[in-house]
């Protein structure tokens, strides 16, 4: 099976946006355009329940079947922290908020959620939709959610799949083999092609 992951469109905020449901920037019709001429037909689609994903996946609706919202598939909840800046926080938690990135695992931002929670969450919620989802899947998720997809896809830390750059608008292709993930493609921003 082929999970193909899309990064949401951007906010264009600089603050920690998790479950925040902020707007987003739908506007690049050319990079959509390029999307859905890539990806496959039929297939289905889904999304988190957060208006920038939704809107994402509606854009990518044409001759795909539209899937129920999964919440599962929302991006990490960053608690007392939702969107304030980096530097904002560093003024009150500057320990936790490095080793939230620098050890993601059990730490917790007041209120949120912890890495190793997400993770359970957002897999749980995967393993869900391919049990009862036949052909390719096609996902307009959350950064946090890529990450977790190629931290799994990798065999890889949290930390160590942190350190993928991950682009608003970006396809990451996992292969799932047997139940086996593997990465074919990570954080593709450049022009597609069926090629």
């Not at 264009?12 to 990079?31: E, Q």
């Not at 936790?96 to 190793?116: H, K, Q, V």
């Not at 969450?121 to 393993?127: K, L, M, Q």
């Amino acid at each position: 099976m082929d999970l193909y992951l899309i990064r949401h469109a951007p906010t264009h905020r600089k603050s920690m946006v998790g479950w925040s449901d902020v707007d987003a920037d739908f506007s690049d019709t050319d990079r959509f355009d390029a999307l859905n001429a890539f990806l496959p037909q039929p297939a289905n689609l889904v999304s988190s329940d957060l208006r920038r994903t939704v809107g994402t996946a509606d854009r990518l609706a044409t001759g795909r079947q539209r899937l129920e919202h999964c919440p599962k598939l929302r991006e990490i909840n960053f608690g007392d922290w939702e969107l304030k800046t980096f530097a904002e926080i560093q003024e009150t938690h500057a320990e936790d908020i490095r080793a939230f990135y620098e050890t993601p695992g059990t730490l917790t931002a007041p209120n949120g959620e912890c890495w190793n929670g997400f993770y359970e969450r957002v897999h749980s919620g995967f393993d869900g939709l391919l049990r009862h989802t036949q052909g390719t899947l096609i996902a307009a998720v959350h950064f946090g959610v890529v990450i977790a997809a190629i931290q799994r896809a990798l065999n890889v830390s949290a930390y160590e799949a942190f350190s993928h750059r991950i682009d608003n608008l970006s396809l990451t292709h996992i292969r799932i083999t047997d139940g086996a993930w593997d990465a074919v493609s990570i954080n593709d921003t450049g022009p597609l092609t069926n090629s």
